[in-house]
């Protein structure tokens, strides 16, 4: 035989050599739940090995990210029922929880970039990413933009050096980039959620904040999981309108979506490996049925394979560790 593929595999050497993809902790996001107190960590059953952590566990949890190379967190506070409202206006409260949180890490860890998430559901008595009109139910667009570009800028205030809006309103990025540019921090970056799925793979999530809808679904404003061209054109919109970073959630069953968008801009494309697949994979590996450690990481390959930049996973830590072995 002329051409003998298995050439090319024949020790670690020239596997390396010849590798496509790379993954390393600077690829790596890591999501962390914040809640109010003093030296807790209360774990999130749902999710074995993560927990929702207090301000000073939270920086403690950065220092140890920060140290394994994973220099990018994204953080989602679980605030307490009697803050949530029908307007969402803790959101918006600089005095607020994820505001105090994002002043906190970088103060320990001015280098530390911090994401904050840009949505209602944390925030509101009903669940939902925007406000809800109590007459109709529907979920109303225009006026959650209004809110949404004060959260924005609250969490800028608060030192956030990307904000990511994941509550797939029509026209958000291009009224938060306003708002944002408006009050000076035009530096701050958007990561979008673009293409956004109505998923059955956040469960373990809505767990960890206790923000599931309380009425009706997201499926008016998340999208279709049946539509794959639909997020190009949610991604034209976004870049339009200003967006740097692209986000593709969840990102398992949507490595398609995410091959499509890479296909089709420039900008960098990030994947979101949400707590179902965590969930998952820690199921199985718990019971003996696969490898954890391998699976972890050709899990978080596929993303990079399929065109992903970056890639937030409740994997972070394990992985940065697994990586610098």
């Known amino acids: 035989m002329m051409i003998r593929p298995r050439r090319n595999r024949r020790n670690e050497v020239i596997r390396s050599m010849v590798r496509e993809n790379i993954l390393t902790p600077h690829d790596l996001i890591a999501p962390l739940f914040v809640i109010e107190g003093k030296s807790s960590r209360i774990a999130i059953n749902s999710m074995p090995g993560q927990s929702r952590l207090s301000v000073d566990e939270l920086v403690k949890?950065?220092?140890?990210?920060?140290a394994l190379g994973v220099k990018c967190v994204s953080l989602f506070p679980a605030i307490e029922d009697n803050l949530k409202t029908a307007?969402?206006?803790?959101?918006?409260?600089p005095q607020g929880l994820n505001a105090r949180a994002i002043r906190a890490v970088k103060e320990a860890l001015p280098d530390m970039l911090v994401m904050a998430d840009?949505?209602?559901?944390?925030?509101?008595?009903?669940?939902?990413?925007?406000?809800?009109?109590?007459?109709?139910?529907e979920i109303l667009n225009d006026v959650t933009l209004e809110i949404l570009a004060k959260q924005a800028i609250c969490e800028a205030n608060a030192g956030a050096d990307i904000v990511g809006p994941s509550d797939m309103m029509d026209g958000r990025v291009g009224f938060i980039r306003k708002a944002l540019d408006q009050n000076s921090h035009h530096n701050a970056l958007i990561m979008s959620y673009t293409a956004k799925y109505a998923s059955g793979y956040y469960g373990p999530?809505?767990?960890?904040?206790?923000?599931?809808?309380?009425?009706?679904?997201?499926k008016t404003y998340q999208m279709d999981p049946a539509n794959g061209r639909e997020a190009l054109r949610e991604a034209a919109l976004d870049e339009a309108e200003g967006a740097d970073i692209l986000m593709v959630k969840p990102g398992l069953p949507y490595l398609d979506v995410i091959y499509r968008?890479?296909?089709?801009?420039?900008?960098?494309?990030?994947?979101?490996?949400?707590s179902g697949e965590y969930a998952m994979i820690k199921a199985a590996s718990e019971r003996g049925w696969i490898d954890n450690d391998k699976v972890i990481l050709?899990?978080?390959?596929?993303?990079?394979?399929?065109?992903?930049d970056t890639i937030l996973t409740y994997f972070a830590k394990e992985a940065a560790m697994l990586l610098g072995k």
């Open 118 to 137: 840009i949505a209602l559901d944390p925030y509101s008595s009903d669940g939902h990413d925007g406000i809800v009109d109590t007459k109709t139910g």
């Open 298 to 308: 050709e899990t978080l390959l596929s993303f990079k394979r399929a065109g992903a």
């Open 61 to 66: 949890e950065c220092r140890e990210l920060y």
């Open 205 to 218: 999530f809505r767990e960890a904040l206790d923000s599931a809808p309380k009425k009706g679904d997201k």
């Open 87 to 93: 307007d969402a206006r803790e959101a918006y409260n």
């Open 261 to 274: 968008l890479r296909q089709a801009t420039n900008l960098p494309i990030a994947a979101y490996n949400v």
